[in-house]
């Protein structure tokens, strides 16, 4: 007789447990990891650089991962801030998995690290449904993109610990709504912080950093309402976002998503 095996369960069972795992070496150690995701063209490459050369100026220990189907430009830009980077390849992988994040700490994460930032691979489809043990979950949208994007992406910014508009500096030139923006995020994770920044004048950079830092010396982050609906990581069904399968395309691969898992939010209260 037959057994069926639901491998969506499989991946998504495999990848948390990783996560706990390293989410609870990184708090021995007392690093906090910051997951920051994205749609590509975002400014979060910018952002990060700026957030790193801040911490670096200011004698605060930080690393970054950044992680990208190919090239290795992303982390040799980021270096320039003078903070240790390593790049992760995905090799058409379309997000970053908790074991492939583990494997390259080993042995290179600095001991006396504060926070771990982590460049996810530019999407907000497939790396909304993998925890990879972080402290805080940063969803980043810029003004280009247009002030939909929490409604059509709900299940990257609705599990969003906080979210970040960038490219502020621009905002007029491309008629961004602000207020429509942030009505958006609200609908789909109500309480959550958003916080405006631009990487080219550096408003909001001071602050981001700010509440970065609280987080890694134990302030409580917000609890997305996703994460709070359900008691287990793993879904039975698909949502329209995530059910989708890619037939080749730019990332080289063919596979269905599962659907996203609730993020556990080490330390957190239910405020908002």
């Known amino acids: 007789m037959c057994r069926v095996v639901d491998l969506r369960q499989a991946v998504l069972a495999k990848n948390d447990a990783c996560a706990v795992e390293l989410r609870e070496h990184l708090a021995a150690r007392g690093t906090a990891e910051v997951n920051l995701l994205s749609s590509p063209g975002s400014g979060k490459t910018a952002l990060l650089e700026l957030l790193l050369a801040r911490a670096v100026a200011g004698g605060v220990t930080v690393a970054a991962v950044t992680a990208d189907l190919a090239t290795e430009n992303d982390a040799r830009r980021l270096a320039r ?8 390849l995905t090799d058409g ?55 939909d994007k929490p409604l059509k992406y709900p ?94 395309g730019e990332d080289g691969h063919s596979h269905e998503h599962p659907a996203a898992a609730p993020i556990p939010v080490p330390g957190a209260a239910d405020a908002t």
């Not at 134990?218 to 008691?231: F, I, M, N, Y």
């Open 93 to 147: 992988l379309c997000h970053l998995e908790a074991g492939m994040l583990r494997e390259r700490l080993d042995g290179w994460l600095p001991r006396d690290t504060r926070v771990l930032f982590v460049e996810n691979v530019g999407n907000l489809v497939c790396p909304a449904s993998y925890d990879l043990g972080e402290s805080l979950r940063i969803v980043l949208g810029s003004v280009t993109e247009g002030e």
């Open 81 to 88: 801030a003078g903070a240790p980077v390593q790049q992760v």
């Open 155 to 248: 299940t990257a910014f609705g599990l969003a610990h906080l979210v970040v508009i960038t490219k502020t500096d621009i905002a007029e030139a491309v008629e961004f709504d602000a207020a429509a923006f942030h009505r958006n995020v609200r609908q789909v994770n109500p309480g959550v912080p958003v916080l405006e920044t631009s990487a080219r004048t550096g408003a909001g950079v001071d602050e981001l950093l700010a509440l970065i830092l609280g987080v890694a010396d134990g302030a409580p982050v917000h609890r997305p309402v996703l994460a709070r609906q359900h008691e287990r990581y793993l879904h039975h069904h698909h949502g329209d976002e995530d059910g989708h399968t890619h037939d080749g």
